[in-house]
T-cell receptor, first 113, second 116 residues
Framework: AQKITQTQPGMFVQEKEAVTLDCTYD???????LFWYKQPSSGEMIFLIY??????QNATEGRYSLNFQKARKSANLVISASQLGDSAMYFC??????????FGAGTQVVVTP | GAVVSQHPSRVICKSGTSVKIECRSL??????MFWYRQFPKQSLMLMAT?????????EQGVEKDKFLINHASLTLSTLTVTSAHPEDSSFYIC????????????FGQGTRLTVV
C-alpha cells in the first residue's frame, strides 16, 4: 500500500512567480511512479508530470518540474512563472499496481494578479 | 493523447432511483478501469477496479451491491448507483490506463451526481 501526503491545503502565489507544492510518499514497492495532476474547477484531471523511482534525473515538462528526493521520499512540484490559469487543485499521486493510483489530499493554488 | 469519455457529466435524480454512469476509452482498449469518488474539496478516493470480463474489485468500505460495476467490453465500464440517496451525491470519475508501467492514467470528465 502507498500513502501520499500533501501538507499544504492551500497556497496563494503572485502571477509570474514560482511556487513549490510539497508531496511526500510512503511505499514499500521497490519500483514506483509518482505523478502530479491538476484539477480545475471543471473537475477534469489534467496530467502534468511523471517521475519514475529509478529515473536519475528530475522530470521537467515545460513550466513544471519535479524535485525528486528519493532518500527523503519527497516529490515536490515546482511551477515556474505562474499564470492565472494555473489556479486549480493539484494532486500528487503514486501508481501502485497497474494503473491504480493513490492520491494525496491536494493543494488548492490561487494565482493572483 | 488517449481519451476517456464519461457520460453524463451531470445528473440529478430522485432518492430511491438508480443512476448509470458510463466510462468509455475512445482510442485504446482498457482491460482495467478504475472508479473514484470525490467529495467537495477532498481527494479522489478509489472505489473499485473494473475488470473486463470478470467481477470488479471493490475497496474496503465500498458496498458492491450499492455501486454496481459492469465491464462488458474492452472499451466500456459502467457504474450504477442503485437506490440512490442524498449521501450518494458526489463527483464520480473514472480512469483507464494503457497498461504500461509509468504511463499516465487517463481520466474521464467526471459525473456530478445530485440526489434529491
Amino acid at each position: 500500500a502507498q500513502k501520499i501526503t500533501q501538507t499544504q491545503p492551500g497556497m496563494f502565489v503572485q502571477e509570474k512567480e514560482a511556487v513549490t507544492l510539497d508531496c511526500t510518499y510512503d511505499t514499500s514497492d521497490p519500483s514506483y511512479g509518482l505523478f502530479w495532476y491538476k484539477q480545475p474547477s471543471s473537475g477534469e484531471m489534467i496530467f502534468l508530470i511523471y517521475q519514475g523511482s529509478y529515473d536519475q534525473q528530475n522530470a521537467t515538462e515545460g513550466r513544471y518540474s519535479l524535485n525528486f528526493q528519493k532518500a527523503r521520499k519527497s516529490a515536490n512540484l515546482v511551477i515556474s512563472a505562474s499564470q492565472l490559469g494555473d489556479s486549480a487543485m493539484y494532486f500528487c499521486a503514486a501508481e501502485g499496481s497497474w494503473g491504480k493510483f493513490q492520491f494525496g489530499a491536494g493543494t488548492q493554488v490561487v494565482v493572483t494578479p | 493523447g488517449a481519451v476517456v469519455s464519461q457520460h453524463p457529466s451531470r445528473v440529478i435524480c430522485k432518492s430511491g432511483t438508480s443512476v448509470k454512469i458510463e466510462c468509455r476509452s475512445l482510442d485504446f482498449q482498457a482491460t482495467t478501469m478504475f472508479w473514484y469518488r470525490q467529495f467537495p474539496k477532498q481527494s479522489l478516493m478509489l472505489m473499485a477496479t473494473s475488470n473486463e470480463g470478470s467481477k470488479a474489485t471493490y475497496e474496503q468500505g465500498v458496498e458492491k451491491d450499492k455501486f454496481l460495476i459492469n465491464h462488458a467490453s474492452l472499451t466500456l465500464s459502467t457504474l450504477t448507483v442503485t437506490s440512490a440517496h442524498p449521501e450518494d451525491s458526489s463527483f464520480y470519475i473514472c480512469s483507464a490506463s494503457k497498461g504500461q508501467v509509468g504511463t499516465e492514467a487517463f481520466f474521464g470528465q467526471g459525473t456530478r451526481l445530485t440526489v434529491v
